[in-house]
């Protein structure tokens, strides 16, 4: 396909208010006025004779690593029934989901899955809380809590890029209980970028962090200007946080 994109075979559309009154042609369903005209044959062979890729920096975008396999599309399990539910089901309550690990209220975690057998496609999410009552046991603790959140947002926006091409998103919360990390999209990757991102939460913690003094200030700007907005907040968001 790129071999095919060559100079004989290009068209340029350029815009610009510019162009007004200097037309000579009406596109016939809008009213549109443009003109047409060859490109210089100085152009056309300067564009043939230009630069390599290599030589000006360009390169194509490196391998997308969450990219789903092509069974990593495929629908795993198919939904039960297609006809429309009647009321009663409709109100029937969901099951919950399964314990499928408790490791006791000593233990570290305890682990619920649920299966969808509705839609049935190949998507999956992991949500993680981690819990824990220290993060807003103090208004400095709750600030630096905010702050740290910001900063791993912003910072994880680069890393997610390709991840986010390839449909899988995330989502990082600190909450008054502790923690939640939500991660969903196609589950055929789903493991490799829950990994990914919590591994640079968890172990390459100097590249969330604010890397030098003017980072640190544009976040705590951001943070303060938040709070200073709180009061003048709608009712049912300061009846959410009051809860």
Not at 128 to 139: A, H, K, R, V
Not at 200 to 206: P, S
Not at 217 to 240: C, T, W
Request: contains cysteine; charged residues 30%; hydrophobic residues 35%.
């Amino acid at each position: 396909l790129i071999n095919r994109m060559t100079v004989d075979d290009s068209f340029l559309t350029v815009f610009s208010k510019t162009f007004e009154r200097k037309t000579n042609k009406v596109e016939k369903w809008y009213g549109t006025e443009y003109n047409v005209r060859p490109i210089s044959q100085a152009t056309l062979m300067a564009w043939k004779d230009c630069p390599s890729a290599v030589s000006i920096g360009l390169a194509y975008p490196r391998k997308n690593e969450f990219i789903p396999s092509e069974s990593g599309l495929r629908v795993k399990k198919k939904p039960a029934r297609t006809e429309p539910k009647t009321f009663e089901e409709k109100i029937r309550p969901i099951p919950p989901p399964t314990v499928i690990r408790d490791d006791g209220d000593e233990g570290r975690w305890i682990v619920y899955h649920k299966i969808d057998d509705i839609f049935g496609k190949p998507k999956a999410f992991m949500i993680f809380q981690l819990l824990t009552g220290d993060l807003y046991s103090s208004p400095r603790k709750a600030s630096l809590a905010s702050l740290y959140q910001q900063c791993a947002a912003d910072k994880l926006n680069e890393y997610t890029y390709d991840a986010r091409l390839a449909d899988l998103s995330y989502d990082l919360q600190v909450l008054p209980r502790g923690v939640r990390l939500t991660f969903g999209g196609y589950n055929d990757k789903l493991k490799t970028f829950a990994s990914y991102v919590s591994s640079k939460l968890a172990t390459d913690l100097d590249d969330v962090l604010p890397s030098n003094v003017e980072a640190f200030e544009r976040y705590k700007d951001n943070l303060m200007r938040g709070l200073s907005a709180f009061k003048v907040k709608q009712p049912y968001a300061h009846a959410i946080y009051y809860s």
